[in-house]
């Protein structure tokens, strides 16, 4: 297997992120039964035959769409200081900051009934980075992560009724003493 240049690898990023774009704006005007490839790859900028290297179908679009938002956050998280453990308030805070920025695809989605595909790569996510360091059952974190899901969508369907703040303390206050957590982390 070959190894992308740095550049090559910005480009078919660029790329990917442009067909998701248009994918989602193509979802605020038509149900997603009704987008067709060539949909897709008109509002992109981009041919069939770039569609179909990366993509077989238009979930992949948003799967990959989605996992490089995931990737960006992993990587953010990482070079931010100061963030503690998945459900420190620093952390949530983080997350629902870092989440906000997306808060059109995101919404877009659920809108659309795509819900399922958010809770996908939550869970992916949440297997590929936490569940080999908790201590506690994988079925607590797919719970925190689904929970963490749907108050995101509700708080941004809300229009973003309470601060940012204030959402992450009142999740603190639901998830319980911090203290009694952060020891499953050990």
């Not at 399922?116 to 980075?129: E, G, K």
Request: include cysteine; charge should be negative; proline fraction near 2%.
């Amino acid at each position: 297997m070959r190894k992308e240049s740095a550049e090559k690898t910005k480009r078919s990023r660029f790329t990917r992120m442009c067909m998701g774009d248009a994918f989602v704006a193509l979802l605020q005007e038509k149900p997603y039964c009704k987008i067709s490839v060539s949909d897709i790859v008109k509002r992109a900028g981009v041919s069939r035959m770039t569609y179909y290297h990366y993509y077989d179908t238009k979930e992949d679009v948003v799967r990959d769409y989605i996992k490089e938002l995931v990737a960006e956050y992993a990587a953010e998280s990482e070079r931010t200081p100061g963030i503690g453990s998945l459900m420190d308030y620093q952390h949530i805070l983080f997350s629902l900051k870092f989440f906000d920025r997306y808060d059109y695809f995101f919404v877009t989605l659920a809108k659309a009934g795509l819900n399922s595909m958010i809770n996908d790569a939550v869970n992916i996510f949440m297997r590929q980075q936490y569940v080999n360091i908790y201590q506690g059952s994988p079925y607590e974190l797919y719970f925190y992560a689904g929970a963490m899901v749907n108050i995101f969508l509700q708080w941004e369907q809300n229009n973003k009724d309470v601060s940012p703040e204030e959402l992450a303390q009142i999740i603190v206050n639901f998830v319980g003493k911090r203290e009694e957590k952060e020891e499953l982390w050990a």
